[in-house]
């Protein structure tokens, strides 16, 4: 049980780690269009990034490929930035996504399982640097990715919180609030990128 506890804590730390804010951004990039009365159409996107990330992560482990680690980093920032670009592209076309002309919902579904293999590389190098010798990786991977997916969901209720608290309690529009998150978010994640992208 200590085993598990500490691959667990290892894989909510990371993700939750301010020092790789990284991975937090992209979760409420993700978060931000929805309420909690949304709350399954989010559980679906949500998932999505899960098993991209879920699956990369083990097939990394496993050594079934190998990608430069410089090159994922700055691939991270940048799946931020479009979904953030898809976020504010949508806005200015409604927020209703049951209209049809409505991108931002329906394409962050398809995008999410993309990025998640990109992100899924990203958590790999931090569980292979800690593996070292270890005979066995099925229980560490399995503890450590069960703890990104609790960091994933402690940032997922705070963004929902945050909104509830939003609308029962300012005046600010749902529209302002995602498309300040979006922009914010989107201005992170840039400097981000152009930080990566000169160190490689």
């Known amino acids: 049980m200590n085993e598990f506890w500490l691959w667990f804590s290892t894989g909510t730390g990371h993700i939750l780690d301010w020092s790789g804010y990284d991975h937090i951004l992209y979760v409420m990039a ?57 976020n504010i592209a949508g806005r200015t076309k409604g927020t209703n996504r049951h209209n049809p ?9 398809s995008l999410a399982l993309l990025f998640g293999f990109i992100h899924g590389m990203g958590f790999s190098y931090l569980l292979k640097s800690m593996l070292g010798k270890e005979e066995s990786l099925v229980f560490p991977l399995l503890s450590f990715n069960l703890g990104l997916e609790a960091g994933q969901i402690i940032i997922v209720a705070s963004m929902l919180i945050l909104s509830v608290f939003l609308a029962r309690f300012t005046r600010i529009k749902r529209a302002d609030y995602q498309f300040f998150v979006s922009s914010a978010v989107f201005g992170i994640a840039f400097l981000l990128f152009v930080q990566r992208l000169n160190d490689l």
């Open 30 to 86: 993700l978060c931000v269009l929805f309420s909690v009365k949304e709350w399954k159409q989010l559980l679906i996107l949500v998932t999505a990034f899960t098993i991209g990330h879920s699956l990369t992560l083990a097939a990394s482990v496993l050594k079934l490929f190998t990608v430069r680690q410089a090159w994922i980093e700055v691939l991270i920032p940048l799946t931020i930035l479009l979904t953030c670009i898809v």
């Open 101 to 109: 002309a409505t991108i931002s919902y329906r394409l962050n579904y």
